[in-house]
């Protein structure tokens, strides 16, 4: 034994100096039981909760359904919009290098270059109408070609310029020769 085990038996009987008082205990263990707690109902089991959760199910399944049967209209405008953005794309990068070779052109003029400019400028506005008549209805396949084949006018006369004015270097410089 340690030597705590020995002053706890030699002092044991001032250890039970303090009793405890039974009547007291009860009174405190009676008084305890006679306490009412309120009456908690979970947040699930309250009426109006589960009304709540019964509209949000209800519209989840109305939206998936909506979207569901309504789907194949958006994804077919998502498919034309896609390809309309491609085409767009490309033309785009194909007329704007395109009208940088003429305005970087140095045989044509300044008045030469600023008709040509302003009448893409024509076209240009041509296709913003085009590209707004898209928006409002975007599977309408005409508009797609009026705006393919606006890209392609453009396409069109900036190679023809730029051929004449190829052809017009050729018979300026060539002088012929003379045997």
Known sequence: MDNFEKHIREHATLFDEHKADRAKLWANISAEL?????????????????????????LGIASFIGLTVFGESTTQTQYVSKELLEIDMHYKTLVSYQVKLVEKNPNLTEEDKTEFLSFMDELDSEYDVLKMEMQKNLDNEQILEAIVANYKKRIELIENLLQQINESKKSDNDYGYTL
């Open 34 to 58: 006679q306490k009412e707690e309120p009456k908690v109902i979970p947040l699930w089991k309250r009426p109006m909760f589960r009304i709540a959760a019964s509209v949000v199910l209800l």
